[in-house]
Nanobody, 127 residues
Framework: QVQLVESGGGSVQDGGSLRLSCAAS????????MAWFRQAPGKEREGVAS????????HYADSVKGRFTISQDNGKNTLILQMNSLKPEDTGMYYC????????????????????WGQGTQVTVSS
């Protein structure tokens, strides 16, 4: 059974940094797609970044390119999201997700493509 547990959220000032982690268990060593999503109050869940666990291909939302980096620590089965130059509009609940099959590369940031989800960790950026 796949389990995903996020940690590392918190409150920072505009321009600050945070590092989110997602501890994954139950994933077999095949090419899963893992991703980070976020959801602000009253808004739809949106994809932030994704990575394939075997070939390491990554994809980022335009709003975070150059500021966020997704990576994985295979030794610890952990997904990482390094967030720099944070802005107030980055505020929201951040979720880790995983799935074995994504219908198209163009949908790697589509939340409907993912089966397994963590419980989320809150990120708040104040101006």
């Amino acid at each position: 059974q796949v389990q995903l547990v996020e940690s590392g959220g918190g409150s920072v000032q505009d321009g600050g940094s945070l590092r989110l982690s997602c501890a994954a268990s139950g994933l077999s060593p095949i090419n899963y797609c893992m991703a980070w999503f976020r959801q602000a109050p009253g808004k739809e869940r949106e994809g932030v970044a994704s990575i394939y666990t075997v070939n390491r291909n990554t994809h980022y939302a335009d709003s975070v390119k150059g500021r966020f980096t997704i990576s994985q620590d295979n030794g610890k089965n952990t997904l990482i999201l390094q967030m720099n130059s944070l802005k107030p509009e980055d505020t929201g609940m951040y979720y880790c997700a995983a799935d074995l099959f994504i219908s198209s590369r163009s949908r790697v940031l589509d939340p409907t493509q993912y089966t397994f989800w963590g419980q989320g960790t809150q990120v708040t950026v104040s101006s």
